[in-house]
């Protein structure tokens, strides 16, 4: 970014603000430019720099995303999760009885969404892959039942229309987040889109990804940290809870969280969960299934309804005491 600066400016002042902003500035030789060498500063601290004396002009010194940045479009009210701030159900729709038993214990909690794979994007071909389109349509039903909303994974633009229809929300999971074209097909569905990061995405490449769907006309796109890879996993893939407060600064979108892939296994799910509240992050994606022990992707760390009933009521209580502001039926 280069600030350029009026005769009258003070641009020690400002030079001094955007260090405790935690940004790094460097004079242009003749002292009246600065120059900002982070690609990604927060918005609020852009408005300041714009409005700050003495600044004559803001340029981008790179491309940076517009909509994904809110600098282009309009921003959508944030979503309503409710008084439950998770978005909850197994990792993959098995059956319909199955799904409607989730579904039955979800809204009892006072959940809103409902989760379920229908396509799994499994490591290995002999996996589990997924009931497909059929999957889709319990989920769809069980939900309904339930007065719950929908958040279904597409993994391949041939399904991306019919699935695309019986979710509210579309979730491109993890492998697919470098998948422009399928980002710009569920794009032009006209869905929010849940974003996952990508297990070795930077934040460059996930803010990127959702300017693909928003460009190609999603009305909102939810980002979702769920663990990196790194030399250091706890079990599966290293929790970056650092992104919640980054993407939160940096674009008007929600950011959740999803503890259970990152933990891999199921002790691990709930501390990781209160620890992305305290984050900031305005919702979790977590894994609950009747029968854990007979699941058929993700076991380990599918949390059992006794676990996850706990955990409920520890993030409702995390959750008021950290935003009491918050009316609790919201
Ligand atoms: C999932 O949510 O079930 C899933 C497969 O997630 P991810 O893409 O994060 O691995
Ligand atoms: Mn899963």
New binding site residues.
């Given amino acids: 970014m280069l600030i350029t600066l009026a005769p009258d400016a003070d641009p020690q002042a400002l030079a001094d603000h955007l260090v405790r902003a935690g940004v790094a500035a460097t004079f242009a030789p003749q002292g009246r430019a600065m120059v900002v060498k982070d690609l990604w500063v927060p918005q609020a601290l852009r408005a300041d720099i714009e409005s700050w004396p003495g600044v004559a002009s803001v340029e981008d010194l790179e491309v940076r995303p517009r909509r994904a940045l809110g600098l282009e479009g309009q921003a959508p009210p944030p979503p309503q999760f409710g008084r439950l701030p998770v978005v909850a159900g197994p990792?993959?729709v098995e059956g319909p009885a199955m799904i409607e038993e989730a579904a039955a214990f979800v809204a009892s909690l006072g959940g809103r969404w409902l989760?379920g794979?229908t396509d799994?994007?499994r490591t290995s071909p002999h996996g589990f892959q997924g009931h497909g389109l059929k999957a889709a349509t319990w989920l769809r039903q069980a939900a309904d039942a339930h007065g719950l909303s929908v958040i279904a994974?597409v993994t391949d633009s041939d399904k991306a229309e019919a699935l695309g229809e019986l979710a509210d929300v579309i979730?491109v999971?993890?492998?697919?987040m470098h998948n422009g074209r399928l980002l710009q097909r569920l794009g032009r569905l006209g869905r929010p889109i849940l974003l996952?990061r990508g297990?070795a995405a930077t934040p460059d490449e996930w803010l990127w990804a959702a300017e693909y769907a928003l460009e190609a006309g999603a009305p909102a796109v939810w980002f979702?940290e769920?663990?990196l890879r790194s030399p250091a996993p706890l079990k599966r893939f290293t929790l970056d809870l650092g992104a919640v407060p980054f993407v939160q600064a940096m674009t008007p979108w929600p950011v959740l969280v999803?503890p259970?892939?990152a933990a891999g296994s199921s002790p691990y799910v709930a501390p990781l969960a209160r620890a992305a509240l305290a984050a900031g992050a305005d919702a979790l994606?977590i894994?609950v299934h009747p029968d854990p022990a007979r699941a058929c992707?993700?076991a380990l760390q599918a949390l059992d309804f006794d676990a996850f009933r706990t955990l409920a009521g520890e993030l409702i209580r995390l959750r008021a005491a950290l935003a009491p502001e918050a009316p609790a039926a919201c």
């Fill in positions: 990792c993959a989760r794979g799994k994007p994974e979730q999971g993890t492998r697919n996952k297990f979702c769920r663990g999803d259970s892939h994606l894994e992707s993700d």
